[in-house]
């Protein structure tokens, strides 16, 4: 009369200590060699105290998680020089230079009636558009 889940004093007292370690009754069972039912029908007949889910605590912790939803909101100089050009729609706001570097600028000279640019920059588009097409 012997079978591999048979409870034996070793046995049962590593369950005692594990149930009150906290431990999930799967993860008891696991450790033992017994099954899942096993270990809940002994810890019910040795009296050992009802388990409340250690889960739903931890699980309540995690809702508070930190949504790092912060939009990269780098001030390019492009965006800062169009804004400040944005007043005014009389100067050439063709770009001069590297956007990436501190010298880029918009041209800022008045502008070629009809046009968004000053007369030399709106030739300049006007003949790349040409080119390109
Ligand atoms: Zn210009």
Request: aromatic residues 6%; contains cysteine; hydrophobic residues 25%.
């Amino acid at each position: 009369m012997s079978s591999k889940s048979t409870w034996n004093d070793t046995k049962l007292k590593k369950l005692e200590d594990l149930w009150k370690q906290g431990h999930p009754i799967s993860k008891i069972g696991e450790m033992l060699g017994v099954s899942r039912n096993s270990v809940a029908g002994k810890a019910h007949r040795m009296g050992l105290p009802k388990r409340t889910s250690p889960i739903s605590s931890a699980k309540k912790e995690n809702l508070s998680v930190e949504k790092n939803n912060e939009t990269s909101n780098i001030d390019l100089p492009l965006k800062i020089k169009l804004r400040s050009v944005q007043w005014s729609r009389t100067k050439c706001c063709w770009p001069e230079g590297d956007p990436k570097q501190n010298n880029f600028k918009f041209c800022g000279q008045d502008i070629f009636p009809g046009r968004p640019y000053c007369d030399k920059h709106s030739l300049l588009a006007y003949t790349n558009a040409r080119e390109n097409s």
